[in-house]
């Protein structure tokens, strides 16, 4: 069977795992898996380009598949990037409470905070590391799933840990899972420097 769409991939994990006492939570396990998948994998694409970021108050909401900043710049001619600082120099940007065009940002609480706070709406372009479209019914794939199915298979069987207990196929899937990835994370790297024609510089 191929591991090409939500229903083959719990199919899939069913027959791994061989425990028909399980099947309710496989949903869960591949949950889990995709979000300890989110916070280890850096792949390129990941990568979202928004080019009609708007900025028109202190506080804007990230995206709702947003993991971390690339970076931030004002579409203005010419573009301005804007500076990510840390937030106690964020909080003595606040009491000066200027207005006009912003030139700094910090991460606070699942929004973006800006300063000066913006005197008028700006459009921005904002690049960023975006988790995979999780896996459903109605979502059947995405990029993970069509490149790397073994992640998805061992990342999930994994995450059935607590119920397995003392289950020696665990560590064996936990090998497989870390090797699907490093792979994803080494793949990306490979093609992003591909065609580079880096050189070491011998001084």
Do not use: C
Request: no cysteine; hydrophobic share 40%.
């Amino acid at each position: 069977m191929a591991l090409d769409t939500y229903a083959n991939l719990k199919t899939a994990i069913a027959t791994l795992l061989n425990r028909d006492d399980m099947a309710s939570a496989i949903g869960d396990f591949i949950t889990m898996a995709e979000a300890d998948m989110a916070r280890k994998v850096r792949h390129w694409r990941m990568e979202t380009n928004n080019q009609a970021f708007t900025i028109d108050g202190r506080f804007e909401d990230v995206p709702t598949d947003w993991l971390e900043t690339v970076r931030l710049s004002l579409s203005t001619d010419p573009e301005q990037r804007l500076e990510l600082v840390a937030i106690p120099v964020m909080q003595r940007y606040r009491r000066a409470s200027a207005l006009g065009k912003p030139r700094f940002y910090a991460h606070v609480g699942g929004q973006f905070e800006f300063y000066p706070v913006p005197d008028d709406a700006y459009t921005a372009e904002l690049v960023y590391m975006a988790k995979a479209p999780a896996l459903s019914d109605s979502t059947t794939s995405n990029w993970i799933l069509d490149a790397y199915p073994d992640a998805y298979l061992y990342g999930a069987a994994l995450h059935s840990a607590p119920y397995l207990r003392d289950d020696e196929r665990i560590a064996i899937w936990a090998e497989f899972y870390r090797n699907a990835i490093d792979r994803m994370n080494e793949s990306s790297d490979r093609a992003k420097w591909s065609g580079t024609g880096l050189r070491i510089r011998v001084r």
